[in-house]
């Protein structure tokens, strides 16, 4: 198997992807395919995310976003729900000293207003904290649907040219793109999906636009530094051509 340190020699660093998303997937058939239950497979992925996010500040990458929880995994059983929003906690109060050495800053893409205080607490908690760093962007997709943000951003604007604060003849795409979530970040260059699957699962619908896309059959909790740097290479080895 190829080390990382012959990936690291055929990355070449000065075009490196700006914006990285990821759709962290695969965590209950990891478990399952061990005899555990589905939320042991969502503890063991916490330790991939630790590892992507430090790759991303070592390498200097701009943003980089994960998809935690989407709109429709309120379907999950209660257990898992509350499972998971006890993973997020944890993971916020325990890595964000780390994260703040690091100059990391978080952001929440979704609404989270339908969470318990607890949870809110420990994002907001992790958003003042890091809100003046200046190095790398991480978004968290949390209580998240491309499609909801969409209407969301549309109801927006709505509102502006009820109120005549908007004309309609302003709204086009680098608007529209200015009430997303995502508002001043560039759209994601490369997508990265584990554990088989070849959906975006309502997944930044808007700003996936033009992005590659890279797959792999690992799933989350098995995904290590290796499988981020492989993405990056065979990334840096596609031609992107916009349509032109
Ligand atoms: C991804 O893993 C984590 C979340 C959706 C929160 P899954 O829980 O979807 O794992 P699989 O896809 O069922 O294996
Ligand atoms: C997407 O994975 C959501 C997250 C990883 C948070 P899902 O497991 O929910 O997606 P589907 O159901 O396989 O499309
Ligand atoms: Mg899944």
Redesign the pocket.
Known sequence: MVTEEELITQLNKSCLPRHVAI???GN?RWALARGLERIFGHQAGMESLREVVKLCVELGIQVLTV????T??WKRSRLEVDFLMGLLIKYLYQEIDELCANKVKIKILGNFEKFTTEVQAAINMAIEKSQSNNGLNFNI?LNYGGRFEIVEATKVMAQKVASGRLAIEEINEVLFADHLYTAGQPDPDLLIRPAG?F?V???LLWQIAYTEFWFTEVKWPDFRRIHFLQALIDFQNRERRFGG
């Open positions: 759709i962290m997937d209950g998809y935690a929880f989407s429709e995994n997709a699957d959906r699962s309502n997944f």
